[in-house]
C-alpha cells in the first residue's frame, strides 16, 4: 500500500466519515462556507451580519482548537505513563490471561485431542460458556433422527460437535474478541471496523498458508492478532480521556472558570493523536502480548518482529503483512474510497495465478468461515 491509502485505511479503522474527509483532503466547513457565500443577491447589511458573525465563530473555533491541543499533551502523557507497565496492562487492560496462550498453542499441534482440549477449555470459565452457548446456537445446532434439536449440557460434547478444525478457527477468534473495546464514544464504528479487519486478515493469512503450503495455524492467528496492541492502546486512550475530561470539567467547575467549562465540555477525542500513539506503541504492544503466552510451538512473537524489520527475510512474516494490506485494500475499496483496480497491485510480489487470485478477490473474507460436522 502506499501512503495515501495508509493513511485512508488508519482514518477508515476509526470511522468512515473520518475517511472520507481525508480521501480528497477536503476541508468540509470551509465547503459549507462557500456555498454559503455563493448565494446569490444577499443585501450589504446581510453580508456585514454573516461577516461578524463569522468572524466570532472563528474566534471561537481556535479557542477551542488551543483548548483540545493543551488537553491532548495532558493526555498523551497519561497515556504514556499507563504504557510503562504492559505486563500489568496485557491482563488488566487487554482482557486476556497470558495462560490463554497454551489453549491456543494446543489447538495448532497435530496431537491436539478432544480430551487434551478439554482440560485446557475447563481453565477459562469465561471461553467454557461462549463454547457452550455457541454449540447449542444456530452455526453447530444438531438434531437427532427424529429431527428434535440436541440439547448439549457438557464441554466434551461441545468440543466433538464443534470440531478441532473448526475450533482451530473459532477459539483464537473469541479470544480476540475479548480484547475489542467496547466504549470508544463518539466514534462507535471503531470495534465493527476492527473486528471487520481482524477476519479479513485471519482469512487472508489462511488462504495464502494453503496456496504456499505454510502452516495455517500460525498464519491464521498471527493474522488475527496483529493489532491486538492496537486494541490495548485504543482501551487505554479512551479510559484516559474520560478520566482526565472529568478531572479538568470538576476542576473548571471548582475554579468557577466558565469559559473553560464551556471550552473542554466541548473537546472530543482526537483520532490522530490516537493514531500517532498507535503507531509509536501498538507493535510492541502485540508483540510483548505474546512473549508474555511463552509460546514454544507457534513463533509468533518472532513473526511480528520480522514484520517490523525492513526487508521482510521471514517467509511467514510477509505473507502475513500481504494478508493485512490485503484487507486494508478491500476495505478501501468496499467503502468506495479507492478504485477497485488498486488491488491488482497487491499481487505484483506474491504472484498467485489467475486462478488463485481470482478465488481470494470472490471470497468473503469479513466472516468466520466453519467446515460441517457430523
Request: aromatic letters at 8%; charged letters at 25%; glycine letters at 2%.
Amino acid at each position: 500500500m502506499n501512503q495515501q491509502q495508509q493513511s485512508l485505511y488508519h482514518a477508515l479503522s476509526y470511522s468512515r466519515a473520518f475517511a472520507k474527509s481525508r480521501a480528497n483532503g477536503e476541508d468540509f466547513s470551509a465547503i459549507a462556507q462557500n456555498l454559503q457565500d455563493s448565494i446569490p443577491y444577499k443585501l450589504d447589511i446581510e453580508k456585514d451580519a454573516v461577516k461578524h458573525r463569522n468572524a466570532a465563530e472563528v474566534s471561537a473555533q481556535e479557542k477551542l482548537t488551543n483548548e483540545s491541543r493543551s488537553f491532548h499533551k495532558l493526555l498523551s502523557l497519561e497515556v504514556e505513563k499507563e504504557l510503562q507497565h504492559p505486563e500489568v496492562l496485557l491482563k488488566g487492560i487487554g482482557n486476556v490471561d497470558p495462560a490463554i496462550g497454551e489453549c491456543i498453542e494446543l489447538l495448532a499441534k497435530p496431537s491436539c485431542s478432544f480430551s487434551r482440549l478439554e482440560s485446557a477449555v475447563a481453565e477459562f470459565p469465561w471461553l467454557q460458556d461462549t463454547l457452550m452457548k455457541l454449540v447449542n446456537g444456530e452455526q453447530f445446532r444438531r438434531t437427532d433422527s427424529y429431527g428434535k434439536t440436541i440439547i448439549v449440557d457438557n464441554l466434551r460434547t461441545a468440543i466433538s460437535f464443534i470440531g478441532i478444525s473448526n475450533l482451530q478457527v473459532l477459539i483464537p477468534a473469541i479470544v480476540f474478541k475479548r480484547t475489542i473495546p467496547q466504549i470508544t464514544d463518539p466514534y462507535p464504528e471503531i470495534k465493527k471496523r476492527i473486528w471487520e479487519h481482524a477476519i479479513s486478515s485471519a482469512n487472508t493469512a489462511m488462504f495464502l498458508s494453503r496456496v504456499r503450503e505454510r502452516n495455517k495455524p500460525l498464519l491464521y492467528t498471527s493474522a488475527l492478532f496483529l493489532n491486538v496492541g492496537k486494541n490495548i492502546l485504543i482501551r487505554i486512550f479512551f479510559k484516559a480521556f474520560d478520566h482526565l475530561h472529568q478531572e479538568q470539567l470538576l476542576s473548571a467547575e471548582r475554579a468557577r472558570m466558565q469559559e473553560k467549562h464551556d471550552l473542554v465540555s466541548k473537546v472530543t477525542p482526537d483520532l490522530d493523536i490516537l493514531q500517532s500513539l498507535v503507531e509509536k506503541h501498538a507493535m510492541r504492544l502485540t508483540v510483548k502480548f505474546f512473549q508474555q503466552m511463552h509460546l514454544s510451538y507457534l513463533p509468533i512473537a518472532a513473526l511480528y518482529e520480522g514484520i517490523q524489520e525492513a526487508d521482510h527475510t521471514f517467509i511467514d512474516s510477509v505473507l502475513v503483512a500481504k494478508a493485512k494490506e490485503y484487507a486494508e485494500l478491500r476495505s478501501l475499496i468496499q467503502q468506495k474510497l479507492i478504485p477497485a483496480s488498486e488491488i491488482l497491485q497487491w499481487n505484483k510480489t506474491l504472484h498467485l495465478s489467475v486462478e488463485e487470485f481470482t478465488e481470494i478477490n470472490q471470497m468473503n473474507i469479513t466472516k468466520l468461515h466453519f467446515a460441517k460436522t457430523e
